[in-house]
């Protein structure tokens, strides 16, 4: 009576540990977090440059978020971008100098080609439709002190998260909770 449904988890079983396999010999593997989302509004991913470069994608069904480390970041955000398909894309605005990190500049410049590579590769308008740039003295004041939903792992993780909150309450789809 049984031997139908053992031999069907067994598959299932199966199945899912050549997933896992196949996850792990991808070529961008991204580890994700995955929670409830913000129930209205856009898809919006946004990006906070840097050393390592923080990202949270954001949806009315669910968001997530993780962090790219500088080597390949132009690639990791092509793929993530891809992979995620958001309807906006938000970037912090980096000083054009830094002389704590001569590559930030460099870092921000590749986000940027990525971002602008997905939204529209021959878009002759700068910043093209779905892109945003949002200065740190803009959304930190508002949201810096918002409590996070889940505990993310780097300063990162963290501002990119806060950056796309700070976007969604601007453009008026989530009302502040202090509103």
Request: glycine residues 8%; positive net charge; hydrophobic residues 35%.
């Amino acid at each position: 009576m049984y031997g139908g449904l053992e031999a069907t988890l067994k598959d299932m079983s199966n199945k899912f540990s050549k997933l896992r396999e196949a996850y792990q010999q991808t070529e961008f593997p991204v580890l994700p977090i995955l929670r409830n989302g913000i129930g209205t509004g856009p898809s919006i991913f946004s990006v906070d440059p840097g050393v390592t470069t923080g990202w949270a994608f954001i949806a009315p069904w669910d968001f997530e978020v993780g962090t790219i480390v500088q080597d390949h970041v132009g690639e990791h955000l092509s793929f993530l971008l891809k992979k995620f398909r958001p309807d906006c894309v938000v970037i912090e605005k980096m000083p054009t100098f830094t002389p704590w990190n001569p590559m930030a500049g460099k870092v921000a410049a590749r986000c940027e080609e990525a971002i602008k590579e997905y939204l529209n590769p021959f878009a002759t308008d700068d910043p093209p439709k779905g892109y945003y740039r949002i200065g740190p003295g803009e959304w930190k004041p508002v949201t810096n002190k918002e409590e996070l939903p889940i505990r993310m792992k780097t300063q990162h993780e963290k501002d990119a998260y806060r950056m796309g909150k700070f976007f969604l309450y601007k453009m008026g789809y989530v009302k502040r909770p202090t509103e």
